[in-house]
Every structure is written in structure tokens, then in C-alpha cells.
């Protein structure tokens, strides 16, 4: 634990502010990719409305990724390239979806992605953490002050306000970031004090968490997320995919690739928040977990993988009766939020899904997650997992 007195956020790309979510993120990438830039605001509706992007795209030139110089660049390509990639996909729905991803889209995608150390699929990473910018830095953030650089699926501000919400969800939790490594130090230096006070400000945190989540409700329909919105986050490969055998990326591989689509295990919060509380989940979900850490800014992964190794909170609450209410406190606030997000999946997927009204040309996204799990008995048994690291 005394590794991390001199833990340094910054080494791991995580700012004590804005948590997970890239600071400050570029707008736009320079003129040479213009039209990467115009064909990407425009995606959404080409693709779902005018079904005219496929069109467009075949009509891209192949531009040099070399030409993206700074990480900011790197991390506004990979959100503006899936944003045209997984609207050329889905445009036609299940039926229609090509096997191929044009060379124009493909090479410079896995280019970047590999660069940064992603995946080419629109995830976590690229649909929420580099792809919101605070619109007046002088007034307070909230969500009014939020706003996406580009809306990547269909939805209008629909879309938006899941993108936004999402990440004002990250914003609340960077406090916890920094209350994790206090925490760890106090339990190394038997601070019962600081330990107790650590722990409340993390269970204060997380009830805030589940407070901002409660606000996807005021401008997000359940049948616009389920039926417009949700089916272009959805991954390729896999049992009931409609490219079971993965996408091939033209000019990078012959061989198709299988990725996983959006998924919340891609966020780091709640991962990180399992590795400080001891939480220990059965084992086909933590290798699940462990998969999705590669969906993640590696250095991000790193971290979590550290304080997974440094961290002793659970066994100092079993050890010193002092501190185990206040650990308790924080495990529950946990689980609090995580029964919340099973309402959540609820109302806009399980329920949604068995409406007779429901848009079937996704039909291979029914009622699983676009990460490929089943819903409500994952979400469960991560709930239970939680459970199980309560101190008796």
C-alpha cells in the first residue's frame, strides 16, 4: 500500500477533475480530414433516415492516419471513424449488414485504434469519454453545460442526453478516484479515523452516482434507446450475430474480426470500485471484466489493475471492528447503484423488448446486451458479487 503514496493520476491519464472522461477533448481533427470530419456529424442521419452512407463512404479516400499527430487527434479519429463505421454497418439493419468494411474506413481505423491501444468498435471509450466537452468552462458542470461532439448513432437529442448523462456519471465519480488511494493509505497506516471518513465520502459518491443516473429518464423515450439508438452500439461476432463470424477489416485482415459491442463493464468506475472493495465475482464474469479492460484506455486498465493488487479495505474492515460499518456503508452504496441499473435495463430493454411494436430489424439484439451478455442475470450476479464482499 505504500506504493501508492506517490501515485501520480496524470501517469495513468486520469485527471483528478474530470476522472476518466479525456480533458479538455479536440472538436475537430485538422482540414486535411475534413471530410472524415462532415461525413461523421451527418452519419447518424445518412444512415438511419436517408440510408445513403454506405453510398458515401464507398466514395471516401484512404488518408493518412500517420497525418494525426497529437493523442487528442488520435482519440477524435477513433470517435469520428466508428461514428461513419458503425452507421455504414447498421444502416440496413440485421439483414443487410456487410461482411467487409471498406479499406477507406478500415485501415485508418485499426491504425488508430492500435495506436491508442482500442479497439476499432464503438465503445465506451469513444462514445462518451473523448467525445463530450464542457460548453462554458466558467459556469458550473451539469448537464446543461454538457454537450457531444458528435451524436455517433441515431437518436438526435436523444442520443445525446444518453451520451451526456453517461458522462456526467464519470464526472461525479472522479472524487472517488482520489478517496480510493486516500483510503488504501489509511488502511496501511491504521487510520481508523480517515479510513471511517474515506469510506463515507465513497458511499456519499456513489449515492450521487445513482442520483445522476435517475436523470436518463427526463429526455431518453425507451423505445427511441431501445428500438433507434441501442442497435449502433451493438458489437459483430458470436452466437446470435448477425456476423457470427466477426467483420473483416478491408486492407488490414482477410480473416474476420469479433468485437464487442458498447457495454457500462467498458467504464472504469465501477471496475475500479470492485478492485478497491475486494469484490470478487464468479469466474465467467471476471474474465468477462477482464476482457472488456482491453475495450479501455490501457493506462486506465493499469490502474485498476494496481489498485487491484494494492488495495486492503476489505480485509482491514475484517480485521479491525471499527471500521466495518463504514466499509459496509460503501460496499451497500454499491450495490444500491447496481439494483438501480437493473431497473434501468428494465424500463429500456427487457420491458421494451417484449413489445409487439418493437423495431425488428435488430432482431439479433433483442433482450441481450450490445455486449453480448444476458442482461438481467449478469447484471444479478454482479449485484450478488457485491453482496457477497459485505463484512459479517
Not at 46 to 65: A, F, G
Not at 112 to 135: F, T, Y
Not at 270 to 282: F, Y
Not at 343 to 366: C, L, P
Request: hydrophobic share 40%; net charge neutral.
Amino acid at each position: 500500500m505504500a506504493k501508492l503514496t506517490g501515485v501520480n493520476l496524470k501517469d495513468y491519464g486520469i485527471s483528478s477533475t474530470m476522472g476518466f472522461l479525456l480533458d479538455k477533448p479536440l472538436e475537430r481533427l485538422p482540414e486535411y480530414f475534413g471530410e472524415w470530419n462532415s461525413l461523421a456529424k451527418e452519419a447518424p442521419k445518412l444512415s438511419s433516415q436517408d440510408k445513403t452512407l454506405r453510398e458515401k463512404v464507398q466514395k471516401l479516400p484512404l488518408l493518412d492516419h500517420e497525418r494525426l499527430t497529437s493523442y487528442r487527434e488520435l482519440r477524435l479519429a477513433h470517435v469520428v471513424l466508428g461514428a461513419i463505421a458503425t452507421g455504414y454497418i447498421w444502416q440496413e439493419g440485421d439483414q443487410g449488414v456487410p461482411k467487409v468494411l471498406p479499406r477507406a474506413l478500415a485501415v485508418p481505423w485499426c491504425a488508430v485504434s492500435k495506436r491508442l491501444g482500442l479497439q476499432p468498435v464503438i465503445c465506451h471509450p469513444a462514445l462518451c469519454l473523448a467525445n463530450v466537452k464542457i460548453k462554458d468552462p466558467n459556469r458550473p458542470v451539469d448537464l446543461s453545460n454538457l454537450s457531444c461532439l458528435y451524436h455517433v448513432v441515431p437518436g438526435g437529442r436523444q442520443a445525446e442526453w444518453f451520451i451526456i448523462v453517461t458522462a456526467m456519471i464519470e464526472y461525479k465519480f472522479a472524487p472517488a478516484i482520489t478517496l480510493i488511494i486516500k483510503a488504501i493509505s489509511t488502511a496501511y497506516n491504521d487510520d481508523v479515523k480517515g479510513y471511517q471518513n474515506s469510506m463515507a465520502e465513497i458511499k456519499n459518491v456513489m449515492t450521487i452516482l445513482k442520483e445522476t443516473f435517475s436523470r436518463m429518464h427526463d429526455e431518453l423515450d425507451a423505445d427511441v434507446f431501445y428500438n433507434v439508438l441501442r442497435p449502433y452500439l451493438n458489437g459483430w461476432g458470436g452466437n446470435g450475430s448477425s456476423l457470427p463470424e466477426g467483420l473483416i477489416y478491408e486492407g488490414v485482415s482477410e480473416k474476420p474480426q469479433k468485437m464487442i459491442g458498447g457495454s457500462a463493464a467498458q467504464s472504469s468506475t465501477m471496475q475500479l470500485m470492485d478492485a478497491a472493495l475486494g469484490v470478487k465475482h464468479d469466474q465467467d464474469i471476471e474474465d468477462f471484466l477482464n476482457k472488456m479492460r482491453s475495450y479501455m484506455p490501457p493506462k486506465h486498465a493499469a490502474f485498476i489493475e494496481l489498485i487491484s493488487r494494492e488495495t486492503s479495505l476489505r480485509q482491514y474492515a475484517q480485521a479491525c471492528e471499527d471500521v466495518k460499518t463504514s466499509y459496509n456503508e460503501a460496499v451497500q452504496s454499491l450495490i444500491d447503484f447496481r439494483s438501480y441499473h437493473i431497473q434501468i435495463v428494465t424500463k429500456y430493454i427487457i420491458i421494451t423488448s417484449n413489445n409487439e411494436a418493437r423495431n425488428r430489424d435488430f432482431e439479433s439484439v433483442s433482450n441481450k446486451g450490445t455486449g453480448g451478455s444476458n442482461l438481467v442475470p449478469f447484471l444479478k450476479s454482479i449485484r450478488d458479487a457485491s453482496n457477497r464482499a459485505l463484512v459479517e
